[in-house]
């Protein structure tokens, strides 16, 4: 692996409000402890994570316009209930050319079925749902071997 793999992880509505909000649905974790988590397992294999979480959808639109200019090498994004609803953030990923993997905490297809659809999974790389925190792992290590062949 040749320098350092940069990785922005987005959060989007109500993901702030983790260990608090329906923890037998989304797990005790907080979202902060959900990132260092994940920052500890990503340190050793040379990837710089950013995170950023918001509960607007403007703001998370933003976020993405200046990934473009930024060209970060892969995106882990959980968009929360945007997924269901967000063209906006649909066409804002569209303006990237790298990995994107769609995560969920809970398995959006046990759900209400206004939660089967997603507005990016059809322009994500892939999509992973249903596995808890543990998700966000799964999407590092999917970006991590898209990238390294």
């Not at 350092?4 to 909000?21: D, E, S, Y």
Request: glycine share 10%; proline share 3%; hydrophobic share 45%.
């Amino acid at each position: 692996m040749a320098g350092t793999i940069n990785i922005q992880v987005i959060n989007g509505p109500n993901l702030n409000m983790l260990g608090k909000r329906e923890p037998q649905i989304y797990g005790a974790d907080t979202l902060d402890q959900i990132n260092a988590g994940l920052e500890k397992a990503a340190a050793p294999m040379g990837v710089a994570l950013k995170f950023f979480q918001s509960n607007h959808e403007g703001a998370i639109v933003d976020k993405i316009h200046g990934l473009f200019e930024d060209r970060m090498d892969g995106i882990i994004i959980n968009p929360g209930a945007l997924t269901h609803t967000s063209v906006a953030l649909r066409d804002a990923l569209l303006l990237l050319s790298c990995p994107i993997v769609e995560i969920h905490l809970s398995n959006i297809y046990k759900r209400e079925a206004f939660r089967h659809k997603s507005m990016i999974a059809d322009i994500a790389t892939g999509q992973i749902s249903g596995f808890g925190h543990y998700g966000y792992h799964m999407a590092l290590g999917a970006i991590l071997n898209i990238i390294n062949g």
